[in-house]
């Protein structure tokens, strides 16, 4: 699966002889070494939900937060090395706040993601850099409505009605093309992205894990915010039970 | 009699009367044409108006340098700003960008400002970014030196979505009075309109804005109000 790069692997400036750049695709692989992140883009909104791999038992729940708020409108869920995506979320709530000050009005989510992918790019172009190790995901709900947006170590950035990365991101997009998310609402969105993760976690691998789950929607208000309590609990209850339902058979 | 034509090294200002109101689909901005340099009419056609990019205008008074150069500016971080975006800027960042030069150089500038336009997102608005730097958005606004006689009579004319030729016409006949009134505005009123399918300039010359309250016929030349006889050729 993965080719040596026995000596132009060794610095970010350095292409390879059939055109790559290993130091960017092995950024790639501490993203994938990562506990999954889906994201999906429903008819009134976006829902984002992380499987947080609990390292200790010592820790506690709540604590060492995967989704952060970038502005009153958008949020960023990380996956890849925390200490990172840190420091991409700072300089995008730079970004954000910025724009509102120069423009006097909201970042439009479409610029936020370029800006973002812009920076994240910036951080492979040189040989005293070295690239993010975490591949960032962008809902957001501006004018032109829900939007979701997804940069990857490399600084590519696309737009995605549903996107995941991490451990189980194939399992986990096999799930998503089988959703019908133009007739989706958010309500729905979070109780069926949160089987996904349940679904996709795998017990044998991986020990614990807490679900962490945002959403900036219609019903939110179009601000970002964690899904209330109620509706999570209620998203985890039926994950459990699809689950069961699934080793039933 | 005193010849005085002023001080001719004054600054350009525009004495001016501005006025910008929303209409039903969009907005009318309109203006007179007077420049002067102390008493001197240093230009008697000037354009007020100015674009900002393909849907947004600004109309200018106070000092010409200073409303010229705030213009200038707000034009190129637009353009650069609709290249970043990819769509065409809305009225509210054109609004903001003014203002952040008129409040940031507050105490170097002296112009106060109309920006209207129409963008697809809030239809058509105008903003009014008098001489401090803040910001109003309002259904209509007035400025300059001719505004101050326009006052009782916009509270007594506006209604709220009007038709574009009612617009318009309320426009001509406010900056029309004002002309009427300020000794600092005057010549001909130049109108523009924007809506959804863009901006529309529109130029109304003296002679056919309605004559107000004791104003006089406009003579072509005084030998005309003299006896029409003419005189006897002298013969020598």
């Not at chain 1, 730079?94 to 509102?100: D, F, L, Q, R, V």
């Not at chain 2, 034509?5 to 309109?30: K, R, W």
């Not at chain 2, 006689?149 to 916009?154: A, E």
């Given at each position: 699966?993965?080719?040596?790069?026995?000596?132009?692997?060794?610095?970010?400036?350095t292409?390879?002889?059939?055109?790559?750049?290993?130091?960017?695709?092995?950024?790639?692989?501490?993203?994938?070494?990562?506990?999954?992140v889906?994201a999906?883009?429903?008819?009134d909104?976006?829902?984002?939900?992380?499987?947080?791999?609990i390292?200790?038992?010592?820790?506690?729940?709540?604590?060492?937060?995967?989704?952060?708020?970038?502005h009153?409108?958008?949020?960023?869920?990380v996956?890849?090395?925390?200490?990172?995506?840190?420091?991409i979320?700072?300089?995008?709530k730079?970004?954000?706040?910025?724009?509102?000050s120069?423009?006097?009005?909201?970042?439009?989510?479409k610029e936020?993601?370029?800006?973002v992918?812009?920076?994240?790019?910036?951080?492979?172009?040189?040989?005293?850099?070295?690239?993010?190790?975490?591949?960032?995901i962008?809902g957001g709900y501006?004018?032109?409505?829900p939007?979701?947006?997804?940069?990857?170590?490399?600084?590519?950035?696309?737009?995605?009605?549903?996107a995941?990365?991490?451990?189980?991101?194939?399992?986990?997009?096999?799930e998503?093309?089988?959703?019908?998310?133009?007739?989706?609402?958010?309500?729905?969105g979070?109780?069926?992205?949160?089987?996904?993760?349940?679904g996709?976690h795998?017990?044998?691998?991986d020990?614990a894990?807490?679900?962490?789950m945002?959403?900036?929607?219609?019903?939110?208000?179009?601000?970002?915010?964690?899904?209330?309590?109620?509706?999570?609990d209620?998203?985890?209850?039926?994950?459990?039970?699809?689950?069961?339902?699934?080793d039933?058979? | 009699?005193?010849?005085?034509?002023?001080?001719?090294?004054?600054?350009?200002?525009?004495?001016?009367?501005?006025?910008?109101?929303?209409?039903?689909?969009?907005?009318?901005?309109?203006a007179?044409?007077?420049?002067?340099t102390?008493?001197y009419v240093?230009?008697?056609?000037?354009?007020?108006i100015?674009?900002?990019t393909?849907?947004?205008?600004?109309?200018?008074?106070?000092?010409?340098?200073?409303?010229?150069?705030?213009?200038?500016?707000?034009?190129?971080?637009?353009?650069?700003?609709?290249?970043?975006?990819?769509?065409?800027?809305?009225?509210?960042?054109?609004?903001?960008?003014?203002?952040?030069?008129?409040?940031?150089?507050?105490?170097?500038?002296?112009?106060?400002?109309?920006?209207?336009?129409?963008?697809?997102?809030?239809?058509?608005?105008i903003?009014?970014?008098?001489?401090?730097?803040?910001?109003?958005?309002?259904?209509?606004?007035i400025?300059?030196s001719?505004?101050?006689?326009?006052?009782?009579?916009?509270d007594?004319?506006?209604?709220?979505?009007?038709?574009?030729e009612e617009?318009?016409?309320l426009?001509?006949?406010?900056?029309s009075?004002a002309?009427?009134r300020?000794?600092?505005?005057?010549?001909?009123?130049?109108?523009?309109?924007?809506?959804?399918?863009?901006?529309?300039?529109?130029?109304?010359?003296?002679e056919?804005l309605?004559l107000?309250?004791?104003?006089?016929e406009?003579?072509?030349?005084?030998?005309?109000i003299?006896?029409?006889a003419?005189?006897?050729?002298?013969?020598?």
């Open positions: 699966m993965s080719s040596i790069g026995t000596g132009y692997d060794l610095s970010v400036t292409f390879s002889p059939d055109g790559r750049v290993f130091q960017i695709e092995y950024a790639g692989k501490a993203v994938d070494n990562s506990g999954t889906v999906i883009r429903c008819k909104g976006v829902v984002m939900g992380v499987e947080k791999l390292a200790s038992k010592m820790m506690l729940p709540g604590s060492n937060r995967r989704i952060h708020a970038v009153r409108h958008s949020g960023m869920a996956a890849g090395l925390a200490a990172d995506g840190r420091q979320v700072t300089r995008a730079s970004e954000a706040t910025n724009y509102e120069t423009y006097g009005e909201p970042i439009p989510v936020l993601a370029e800006r992918a812009s920076y994240v790019h910036l951080c492979t172009l040189y040989w005293w850099l070295r690239p993010f190790g975490c591949g960032v962008l501006d004018r032109d409505g939007q979701l947006y997804m940069v990857e170590p490399s600084g590519v950035s696309y737009r995605y009605f549903g995941a990365i991490g451990k189980g991101r194939q399992a986990a997009k096999t998503i093309e089988k959703l019908k998310l133009s007739e989706m609402t958010c309500r729905q979070v109780i069926e992205v949160a089987k996904i993760i349940y996709v795998d017990e044998a691998k020990k894990f807490e679900l962490e945002s959403w900036v929607c219609d019903e939110s208000k179009r601000q970002h915010q964690k899904v209330p309590d109620d509706l999570l209620e998203a985890k209850a039926a994950a459990k039970a699809a689950l069961e339902e699934m039933a058979d | 009699m005193d010849m005085s034509s002023g001080d001719l090294n004054a600054p350009h200002s525009m004495g001016t009367t501005i006025i910008g109101v929303t209409y039903n689909g969009g907005v009318v901005l309109g007179d044409s007077r420049t002067s102390g008493m240093a230009n008697r056609a000037s354009d007020k100015t674009q900002l393909d849907n947004v205008y600004i109309c200018r008074s106070g000092s010409a340098a200073d409303s010229q150069i705030v213009s200038d500016y707000v034009r190129y971080f637009l353009h650069q700003h609709t290249i970043q975006l990819g769509q065409p800027s809305t009225v509210k960042v054109a609004a903001n960008l003014v203002r952040l030069l008129s409040y940031n150089n507050k105490n170097s500038l002296q112009t106060g400002l109309i920006v209207g336009g129409w963008d697809k997102y809030e239809g058509g608005k903003y009014g970014i008098p001489l401090g730097g803040t910001v109003l958005e309002l259904p209509f606004t400025g300059g001719g505004s101050s006689y326009l006052y009782g009579f916009f007594q004319v506006w209604k709220e979505g009007m038709t574009q617009a318009e016409k426009v001509v006949k406010a900056v009075l002309i009427a300020d000794g600092a505005s005057g010549g001909v009123v130049r109108t523009v309109t924007i809506d959804k399918d863009g901006a529309t300039r529109k130029f109304y010359p003296s056919t309605p107000w309250h004791e104003e006089l406009p003579q072509e030349s005084l030998l005309d003299l006896s029409t003419s005189p006897e050729p002298m013969i020598s």
